[in-house]
């Protein structure tokens, strides 16, 4: 497709299960982000790729939260021991621009991904 | 890191009339100021954005100012429509050298027929 594809789009997790969620960028696109979006609340930066670099994890709210992106394609959010805070939509976005420190340009998102731990 | 604030949280308005949704920052490094409009279950869409070399953007009924020296900065909407109704986030990147987005919490716009 053209846009950024997450899956799966809607997820329940009894506490303490792992969950992981992916997301398909646009083709090309050199950069990749996770957020979390609590509801009514704007999305909540986790992490970064470059190519396959993951340059900045500042956002992940603890060492349950890891991400990855192997080939510098796909990316995979895993979340361990899921706890009933976790419950959120964790949206995908990709871009164009590969240049650190440089303005990102159009972020791209996803429709998301909704967890709900129960 | 950067802090953005959006207000109001909710803004109604009758249909062609105009709504103003307004955001400050506290970065004074943060040169990209885009804004987003997320309909139920989707995701966040770009509407326009502004860099810090220009003061106002237009594109149609939409606009963006900036007043950097304030760090402050503002979505006009004209002649609004029904399908104007979304949540719409304003941003701002930190000039921390990553390529992150801080976002407002967000202003849910609802036209009034």
């Known amino acids: 497709g053209a846009g950024v594809s997450q899956s799966p789009r809607y997820k329940v997790a009894k506490r303490g299960q792992d969950v992981a969620l992916r997301c398909d960028p646009i083709s090309g696109h050199v950069s990749l982000f996770w957020y979390q979006q609590a509801l009514g609340q704007g999305p909540e930066f986790l992490t970064y790729?470059?190519?396959?670099?993951?340059?900045?994890k500042s956002g992940l709210p603890s060492d349950r939260f890891f991400a990855e992106r192997p080939e510098g394609s796909v990316s995979t959010l895993k979340i361990q021991r899921t706890q009933q805070e976790d419950s959120a939509v964790y949206l995908c976005a990709s871009s164009r621009s590969g240049l650190a420190g440089e303005n990102t340009g159009e972020l791209f998102f996803g429709e998301g991904s909704r967890l709900t731990v129960l | 890191g950067e802090n953005v604030e959006q207000h109001p949280s909710t803004l109604s308005v009758q249909e062609g009339d105009s709504a103003v949704i307004k955001c400050t920052y506290s970065?004074?490094?943060?040169?990209?100021f885009p804004w987003y409009k997320q309909e139920l279950g989707k995701g966040p869409q770009l509407i326009i954005d502004i860099r810090s070399n220009v003061g106002e953007k237009k594109d149609q009924r939409i606009a963006v100012t900036l007043n950097k020296t304030a760090k402050h900065f503002s979505l006009h909407i004209t002649e609004t429509q029904p399908e104007d109704s979304a949540v719409y986030f304003c941003?701002?990147?930190w000039g921390g050298g990553a390529d992150g987005l801080t976002f407002g919490k967000g202003t849910h716009l609802i036209i009034q027929p």
């Open positions: 941003a701002a990147i």
């Open positions: 970065d004074s490094a943060s040169n990209y």
């Open positions: 790729f470059q190519n396959e670099a993951q340059l900045d």
